[in-house]
């Protein structure tokens, strides 16, 4: 076998080196390693994109359930807010009424008794 190459000092195009068979043999296999090699180099290149895609999305998705857990967390302490106002309501609400049966009884017990000093002065 033999291969044409370029000579530094003749630039025939019949120039031609001869090489052993063996050497031949060894240039094909280093050729297919090296295309193997390739091969295995851009299969490596697209999982490492395809890896930092994947944790570009993770991270999306992990800000995305931040920004989550703050609205939430705002939203609970706005509903405890809420609840607090309307304990302080209630609270309220029971006073009124517990003021308004002082009312009544101490109404309902003038009541009586101008019912009851009528009746005796009849």
């Not at 094909?28 to 999305?57: C, G, H, M, Q, S």
């Not at 920004?67 to 509903?79: M, V, W, Y």
Request: glycine share 4%; net charge negative; hydrophobic share 45%.
């Amino acid at each position: 076998m033999s291969l044409q190459s370029i000579s530094q000092t003749d630039i025939r195009i019949d120039s031609l080196v001869c090489i052993t068979p063996i050497i031949a043999r060894q240039i094909v296999v280093d050729l297919e390693y090296r295309d193997l090699l390739v091969i295995e180099n851009d299969t490596l290149k697209a999982n490492i994109e395809d890896y930092n895609r994947i944790i570009r999305l993770h991270e999306v998705a992990f800000n995305m359930q931040k920004h989550q857990i703050n609205n939430l967390t705002e939203e609970a302490s706005i509903l405890i807010q809420k609840q607090s106002l309307l304990e302080l309501e209630i609270e309220q609400k029971d006073q009124q009424i517990g003021d308004l049966k002082t009312q009544r009884n101490i109404a309902g017990g003038t009541v009586g008794g101008l019912i009851l000093l009528f009746l005796l002065l009849l």
